[in-house]
């Protein structure tokens, strides 16, 4: 149990385009779930709090209008990157929260923008 | 700030138990430790967690000291498969989904 799914788990796009990532909790319910974003030999760093029929919650110096995040039921949550750039380019990954308030969190999605 | 303080990396033979130390000496009454595990280019695996006992699953022991200012995460039996970097994120529980703030944990490499 408590298994998170990520679609795509990569993706390729051009610049000033826009993609979306699909985060769902296949076997359990989630108000709230997380997104991270990852870079090169980094740490996970959380971009936002995505919550169930609510607006999400982002961290300091995340741009909201850019990252566009939409969480219209209790196992789906989106990231959409907006006008993407090369410096957007990712490993991009999110989490929600199951049982015994323990997170799991998706495989990631790999964004690269040319 | 992460809340945790540990080695950026660790050797271990493989079969051996490879013992992995965290610093948490701020950490508040009502915080756990929880452990995860990231290997390369997957998302974190939760391993364990725990308040103040020690505990064990099916995939490590979590060793917690008395005044709680530490602990440790043993994997009792380490393969080539356990090679990952090792976080440790102190939390609070029952208190809904909460953000979990990552160091920059420890690289755990298994040798043959």
């Known amino acids: 149990g408590a298994v998170v799914s990520q679609h795509p788990s990569r993706v390729i796009c051009k610049s000033g385009t826009s993609v979306k990532i699909e985060c769902r909790s296949l076997d359990f319910q989630a108000t709230t779930m997380f997104w991270y974003r990852q870079f090169p030999k980094q740490s996970l760093m959380l971009m936002a709090t995505s919550n169930e029929g609510s607006k999400a919650t982002y961290e300091q110096g995340v741009e909201k209008d850019k990252f566009l995040i939409n969480h219209a039921s209790l196992t789906l949550s989106t990231l959409t990157v907006t006008s993407a750039h090369p410096e957007d380019s990712s490993f991009y990954i999110c989490?929600?929260?199951?049982?015994?308030?323990?997170?799991?969190f998706g495989p990631g999605t790999r964004l690269t923008v040319l | 700030d992460a809340k945790t303080t540990q080695p950026p990396s660790m050797d271990c033979a493989e079969g051996r138990a490879a013992n992995l130390p965290c610093n948490h000496s701020t950490i508040s009454g009502n915080e756990y430790v929880y452990w995860y595990r990231q290997i390369h280019s997957q998302g974190p695996q939760y391993i364990i967690h725990g308040l103040k006992n020690n505990e064990t699953n099916e995939m490590a022991s979590l060793i917690i000291t008395e005044d709680r200012k530490s602990s440790t995460l043993i994997l009792p039996h380490a393969t080539l498969r356990d090679t990952a970097v090792y976080y440790c994120i102190v939390r609070v529980k029952g208190q809904g989904a909460q953000k979990l703030v990552f160091g920059q944990g420890t690289r755990l490499t298994i040798n043959p």
């Open positions: 989490s929600a929260e199951g049982r015994a308030d323990t997170q799991y």
